[in-house]
């Protein structure tokens, strides 16, 4: 007999001593406890409290906030949009957004000609016309330099009573919210009331 033949029939053999000790048969599960004839006692469980639901809170509405904007700019200033109080649904309507120099050194900004952002806002508070974020802007750079105690026109913003999705909006009163970010600082005017007309 060859030496791998040996070791081959003892390899067998080892395997079959090994699978006949692993078997299991039902007698070599070990019984489970007799069963009592009376239940277990049994703990009651604590009683709880029902949960409480809370009656529901309806939001007051708020005023929704700009995108995050530059540093305000700290020299003393004031703006605001000029402009007409109403207009015509459909009809192009022009606002100018004014910024006005209450400090003692000059304000000089350069900045792009898409800086000046604006939204519309209905009599509820909601954003019925958002600042749109695919405009395209030139690369034209805008210098506005304001002297103390001076005002002057930094861009003009216009709508024309439409929403952000291009439908016309109902007649009634708007808001419009408009804001300079650009040359490294922000500008907040004064928000703008105006009757759209149909």
């Not at 049994?42 to 995108?67: E, F, I, K, L």
């Not at 003393?76 to 022009?94: E, K, V, Y």
């Not at 913003?157 to 919210?177: C, F, H, M, Q």
Request: charged share 10%.
């Amino acid at each position: 007999m060859t030496p791998r033949i040996r070791t081959a029939l003892l390899s067998i053999a080892l395997l079959g001593t090994l699978s006949a000790q692993a078997q299991v048969s039902i007698f070599t599960i070990p019984a489970l406890p007799p069963r009592s004839a009376a239940p277990a006692p049994t703990t009651p469980a604590p009683s709880t409290p029902a949960p409480v639901t809370p009656a529901p809170v309806t939001p007051a509405p708020t005023t929704p906030a700009r995108p995050a904007l530059n540093p305000a700019l700290t020299t003393p200033h004031s703006a605001n949009l000029s402009g007409p109080a109403s207009l015509r649904g459909g009809q192009d309507t022009t606002w100018t957004f004014n910024l006005t120099n209450e400090g003692e050194n000059p304000i000089e900004l350069q900045h792009g000609a898409c800086d000046v952002r604006f939204e519309v806002l209905n009599a509820a508070g909601k954003v019925v016309r958002a600042n749109p974020t695919n405009t395209v802007c030139t690369m034209q750079l805008v210098v506005t330099n304001v002297a103390p105690g001076e005002t002057m026109d930094v861009q003009s913003v216009r709508w024309n009573g439409r929403g952000s999705d291009g439908k016309a909006l109902p007649a009634g009163e708007y808001t419009i919210r408009a804001y300079f970010n650009g040359a490294g600082v922000s500008i907040v005017a004064t928000d703008y009331p105006v009757t759209l007309e149909n």
